[in-house]
């Protein structure tokens, strides 16, 4: 079923994050960040890569010292991906890595410091062309404004934003990003839906601290979804107790079920039963292992019997509907050839391969054409 989104995004100016456009109808990036010891350059040059390598756009990196700083400036050198600086309490480090080719500077307004911190990073961001992200946290907030409103509450991370904001404006710097986050959903939801209305700015969303890998990825894909069902959203970052590459993993497949983006295989794939005529989950799990690096998109559908088999199978580039005594493979909604349960992966991941082939070949002719 070829559906088109019926997601109105939100309008936006657009920034750079390197050569990554952010807003202004730019697809919606994907980004994570590093949880090695950023003075370990090796390691971290390796984990970017593999975040890379796993379909980000954008990479950010904690630089928590001037040790990190100038170890950042060995890791730029050997990665080539968007890089993001991640700066908490002093504001000379983002001064710092300004020269090493930082893409991007991700400030806190809880605990930067005054105005004339912000103002030299801002002077700094301008004469480098680097754009800035304001990253409002719940569990940062001014002191102040935790006094006033008691505990953090949407008004609380919007009035925080509004502060840079407003101080940006006058600084006549508009070449920045802004995000909300609070590791409760509603709370999230809530202050990016009422900011969104108010300004113009590109919007980076994400659920903070969500949890690990199975809770975060529940709590991420609720919050993060109702906004982008809003149409709100320029970037993501899903925010997991977990490996990065599994954050990546989890935004793409967001993306993917909202048709707001679309890279490698979806697969469409029953819960199995006792109908099943093969073991579907054993499938499933040996497909997506062996085909994770395919990145053509795709819909790949393994269904394990005839009730919804070949209405399924009809509907995706390649459909495997259960049978007996064999199986039937579908190619393009129409019948293709017939698999034994000792062969399927086998069959099918041969026959999903040449189709990728196939469509790269196609997407290129398009590209040639245009």
Request: charged share 25%; glycine share 8%.
């Amino acid at each position: 079923m070829h559906f088109e989104s019926p997601i109105k995004r939100r309008h936006s100016r657009q920034i750079m994050v390197g050569n990554v456009p952010v807003g202004g109808g730019a697809p919606i990036s994907v980004q994570s960040m590093t949880n090695t010891e950023t003075c370990d350059v090796d390691a971290t040059v390796a984990q970017i890569r593999a975040i890379a390598d796993a379909g980000a756009d954008i990479v950010r990196v904690s630089i928590p010292s001037m040790d990190a700083a100038e170890a950042f400036k060995k890791i730029r050198a050997e990665v080539s991906i968007p890089l993001v600086a991640d700066i908490h309490f002093d504001y000379k480090i983002a001064l710092k890595v300004a020269e090493y080719g930082v893409d991007c500077l991700r400030i806190n307004p809880g605990n930067i410091g005054n105005k004339d911190r912000v103002r030299a990073v801002v002077d700094c961001a301008r004469d480098k062309n680097i754009p800035i992200r304001i990253g409002v946290n719940a569990g940062s907030l001014e002191k102040d404004l935790q006094k006033k409103y008691g505990e953090p509450t949407p008004d609380a991370l919007v009035e925080s934003a509004f502060r840079q904001i407003q101080y940006f404006d006058e600084l006549d710097f508009h070449e920045y990003k802004l995000s909300l986050k609070a590791s409760d959903i509603f709370m999230t939801v809530e202050a990016y839906r009422k900011i969104a209305s108010q300004i113009d700015n590109p919007l980076h969303l994400g659920i903070t601290e969500a949890g690990g890998l199975r809770s975060g990825t529940v709590k991420s894909s609720i919050g993060l979804g109702l906004l982008l069902m809003d149409g709100i959203g320029d970037t993501i970052r899903v925010s997991l107790a977990a490996d990065p590459v599994q954050e990546i993993k989890v935004g793409w497949d967001m993306l993917r079920s909202l048709k707001l983006r679309n890279r490698g295989i979806n697969f469409i794939a029953c819960p199995s039963c006792s109908r099943q005529n093969f073991d579907v989950i054993k499938t499933m799990n040996e497909l997506e292992e062996r085909l994770e690096d395919i990145t053509i998109p795709m819909d790949v559908a393994v269904i394990g019997c005839v009730v919804n088999g070949p209405g399924e199978a009809k509907e995706a580039d390649i459909g495997l509907a259960g049978g007996s005594p064999n199986n039937l493979i579908y190619q393009d909604g129409k019948p293709s050839s017939k698999t034994k349960n000792a062969t399927l992966v086998d069959d099918l991941e041969e026959m999903i391969r040449k189709k990728a082939v196939l469509k790269e070949r196609e997407i290129a002719n398009i590209i040639v054409k245009n």
